[in-house]
């Protein structure tokens, strides 16, 4: 065999594709290493500062000052602008309440992440799960934006739910933190009168943006998905599979007020899942029941006794706004032209929020 017939071999081909995905672990973590390296440097910038103010009586212009001449030292270093200076001092503040290091999640998410953060959120704990959601699933800032104007923070693991007694211990915390209430449907572009069916085509169309809104691990297998039980023919409005909890996910959509046969209903659905298309190594099928509007009450008697996971949220298709406000709203043409202005604008953004 000559070279050439050697380099077209399967055995090179093995041994390529695994030092390509050493390579690419090897910059990950070095990626990781610089960014935690940065942000740790942007920790002990602000400490500074704040002391120097404190300590020193350089006057009003010492921040301007130090920009000029940090910047002048380190011109491949793009941090050092006055705002992004600034931004450091207030970044450093709200975190030192609380801790006298960087605290963890912080240190692990870029520069623009953090700023976006800060910038958006007052409350410490919600910053400091946005920096761990963040870096958990990987998310881009515009996505990071989109959560927190969602509110997911104050979203997440709100459902009402029986997984403390129909799901171990060891999987009933995370199945408890993957469902979310109330879902925000808004993306649809949907009224709130929408029937059922409506909604279910939009969110397929959709699906994409529906998985965002789900949240990490969920795979789409199908919309009205059939199952026989004795001859007879059952339709679930959406069937998942979740990549973490390892099992089948069932999604009603119910467009108006829930009622306890609702989960009567879902209950008998999982019992299907669980008989017809759970394997050995799956964990028990888990219900998601999304109705317009729920009586707490109502669904936490109808759970009670229920042996099957099912959880009860709200959904959202539209924020309602108040008549003196709807007048002032832009219009499409308006919309998109902050859209086209914000687009040009992006790149200088992003060299900004650049590191290095």
């Not at 050439?4 to 090897?26: C, D, F, H, N």
């Not at 030292?73 to 975190?95: H, T, V």
């Not at 298309?277 to 029941?289: A, C, E, M, S, V």
Request: with cysteine.
């Amino acid at each position: 065999m000559n070279d050439s017939e050697q380099l077209l071999s399967p055995e090179y081909g093995s041994w390529l594709t695994g030092l390509k995905q050493q390579i690419a672990v090897a910059r990950q973590k070095a990626g990781l290493s610089l960014n935690e390296a940065l942000i740790k440097l942007y920790w002990h910038i602000g400490s500074e500062i704040i002391e120097k103010e404190k300590a020193a009586n350089w006057g009003s212009g010492f921040i301007d000052r130090l920009s000029r001449d940090l910047s002048f030292e380190f011109p491949d270093m793009k941090g050092f602008s006055r705002r992004n200076l600034y931004a450091i001092r207030q970044w450093y503040l709200f975190y030192s309440t609380s801790s006298s290091f960087v605290p963890q999640p912080v240190a692990q998410i870029p520069w623009g992440h953090n700023r976006l953060i800060t910038s958006k959120i007052k409350d410490l704990d919600a910053a400091l799960w946005y920096a761990s959601a963040t870096f958990e699933n990987g998310w881009a800032r515009d996505i990071l934006e989109m959560k927190i104007e969602k509110d997911e923070y104050r979203r997440i693991g709100k459902s009402l739910t029986n997984f403390p007694r129909t799901l171990p211990i060891s999987h009933s915390g995370l199945a408890q933190e993957t469902i979310k209430d109330p879902y925000n449907f808004d993306f649809l572009g949907l009224e709130d009168d929408a029937q059922e069916r409506a909604i279910e085509t939009a969110l397929t169309d959709r699906i994409t943006d529906f998985l965002l809104e789900l949240g990490k691990g969920f795979a789409f297998i199908g919309r009205q998905y059939k199952l026989v039980v004795s001859d007879n023919e059952y339709f679930l409005d959406m069937l998942f599979y979740h990549l973490e909890l390892r099992c089948f996910v069932v999604i009603e959509l119910k467009a108006g007020k829930f009622k306890p046969e609702f989960a009567g209903k879902l209950n008998f659905y999982l019992s299907a899942v669980d008989s017809q298309l759970k394997r050995p190594d799956d964990n028990p099928t888990i219900g998601i029941l999304l109705c317009k509007k729920k009586d707490k009450i109502e669904a936490e008697y109808s759970l009670r006794d229920i042996n099957k996971p099912i959880g009860i949220s709200d959904y959202l298709l539209t924020h309602a706004i108040p008549e003196n406000l709807s007048s002032k709203l832009p219009t499409v043409s308006e919309l998109e032209d902050e859209l086209a202005s914000r687009l040009s604008n992006s790149a200088e953004t992003e060299s900004e929020n650049k590191d290095i």
